[in-house]
């Protein structure tokens, strides 16, 4: 059983500039006492083609972490378009939000992202070149997560090996492989390799109805 599960992710500010920052409303729940903190991280993939352009955005430590339910904003600088190719820049790519405990990855939530030039521009001649980023804007399609979640062994000592792990679901390069769904109209997916547990205040968080959107 897992002892943490997410129950409810938000986006905020969107749409947005690209240069803004992401932020995602967390809830998550937990069930037992936790000996070690939770790790948060922000992936946003630079690349359909290649996988060493993804960029880490942001890495957090949560903890300690109270029995119950939790609520806090998980907010990551934007990618540095300098190391993105410029035909990569606007289009459909994909941002991963993934919580790991004891080094194991336990939870996944991969959102399309879809960059569009904000400006009228001849279709024919394409985008102005150098592309003017400050004029291009990002709309995460919020209403259609990709969620995933891994078996982990929470009782895990320092020292040993993680846990082999295994999903059904789907990782980035996965995303960017199948046909990106409309930025309109459409249905929250979910995939998970163990059931999502329901249920349960931490200190110096602001505990509001939880959003169950899209998970």
Not at 15 to 32: G, I, K, M, R, Y
Not at 68 to 82: H, I, S
Not at 127 to 135: A, R, S
Request: charged residues 25%; negative net charge.
């Amino acid at each position: 059983m897992s002892l943490v599960n997410v129950v409810g992710m938000v986006v905020l500010d969107n749409p947005t500039a690209f240069l803004n920052p992401f932020q995602f409303e967390v809830t998550f729940e937990c069930l037992s006492e936790l000996e070690d903190d939770l790790e948060w991280k922000v992936t946003y993939v630079g690349s359909a083609e290649d996988s060493s352009k993804d960029q880490i955005l942001d890495e957090v430590m949560v903890g300690p972490v109270p029995v119950g339910t939790n609520k806090f904003v998980l907010q990551a600088d934007p990618p540095d378009p300098t190391t993105i190719g410029e035909a990569d820049i606007l289009g459909v790519t994909v941002v991963l939000v993934t919580c790991s405990y004891k080094e194991q990855e336990f939870c996944r939530v991969g959102y399309y992202v879809n960059n569009e030039y904000s400006e009228p521009f001849d279709e024919e001649q394409g985008v102005p070149t150098p592309l003017d980023i400050t004029k291009v804007t990002r709309q995460i399609l919020a209403d259609k997560p990709r969620v995933t979640r891994f078996p982990i062994d929470w009782a895990k000592k320092e020292g040993a090996a993680p846990a082999v792990q295994a999903a059904a679901g789907m990782d980035s390069s996965d995303m960017m492989q199948s046909p990106a769904p409309s930025m309109s109209n459409t249905t929250p997916s979910t995939s998970s390799t163990t059931p999502a547990d329901e249920g349960a205040t931490r200190e110096g968080f602001e505990v509001e109805p939880m959003s169950m959107e899209g998970l």
